[in-house]
């Protein structure tokens, strides 16, 4: 399973735009990236996933460049209640979802 | 269908007490994982099942730890001899079973706080 790097802590003003980069270099040919958002004393909630190039849902976009070996979650005019901590996965689901999580990205935003 | 639930929310028990968790999927998901998470801490997988098989354990899952899905829905995780050092959330989760390489979501439950006194 593919290991991932991401910084530790971000803090942000309501309204701004957060991009978060996540580093993983060993990243397979097969793996999809996923990106989970936990709030205190919840489980880890489903942000957006994206194999290659660009995804956009209603809440994200997720940026992957040509080699995958770094994606960014951008969160478009946050807001106090992202405050959360965001984790980047790796993994190709054929084994079933026993990606690796790491510590996360605690982002604050301040009003 | 409301998601996947736990049961209990919180446990406080005595070092040395068995306890037990329990874990309702999303009903029609295949597939069901546990995880411990600590504080600061990301979700660590422990083990997880397709339909009522177990098909992984975690090197973290020690021997007083054992997990059950009977009958390939509900599945409950239990530690006997609880130590301080299991004091953390246990979360479960289920998920669709993915096919031709295609990663799935998980789905997460809010977990059990479990504290060891």
């Known amino acids: 399973l593919a290991k991932t790097t991401q910084p530790i802590s971000m803090d942000s003003y309501e309204g701004q735009e957060v991009n978060i980069t996540c580093s993983h270099n060993n990243i397979a040919t097969n793996d999809y990236i996923t990106w989970y958002q936990q709030f205190p004393s919840q489980g880890p909630r489903f942000i957006i996933q994206g194999y290659k190039t660009k995804v956009t849902n209603e809440v994200a976009s997720l940026f992957i460049p040509a080699d995958r070996k770094s994606s960014t979650l951008s969160l478009p005019r946050v807001s106090l209640s992202d405050t959360a901590v965001y984790y980047c996965l790796v993994g190709d689901g054929t084994g079933g979802f026993k990606t690796i999580f790491g510590a996360g990205t605690r982002l604050f935003v301040k009003a | 269908d409301t998601g996947v639930s736990q049961d209990p929310r919180h446990k406080i028990t005595k070092r040395g007490q068995n306890v037990t968790f329990r874990c309702d999927p999303i009903s029609e998901h295949n597939r069901l994982y546990w995880y411990r998470q600590t504080l600061g801490q990301g979700p660590e997988f422990l083990t997880y099942f397709q339909n009522e098989a177990q098909l992984e354990k975690s090197r973290l899952l020690s021997d007083r730890f054992s997990a059950e899905r009977p009958k390939g829905s509900f599945s409950t995780l239990e530690i006997q001899r609880t130590e301080q050092g299991d004091s953390a959330m246990y979360l479960c989760?289920?998920?669709?079973?993915?096919?031709?390489?295609?990663?799935?979501?998980?789905?997460f439950g809010q977990g059990t706080r479990l504290t060891v006194v």
């Open positions: 989760a289920s998920s669709p079973l993915g096919g031709d390489g295609m990663n799935t979501e998980a789905f």
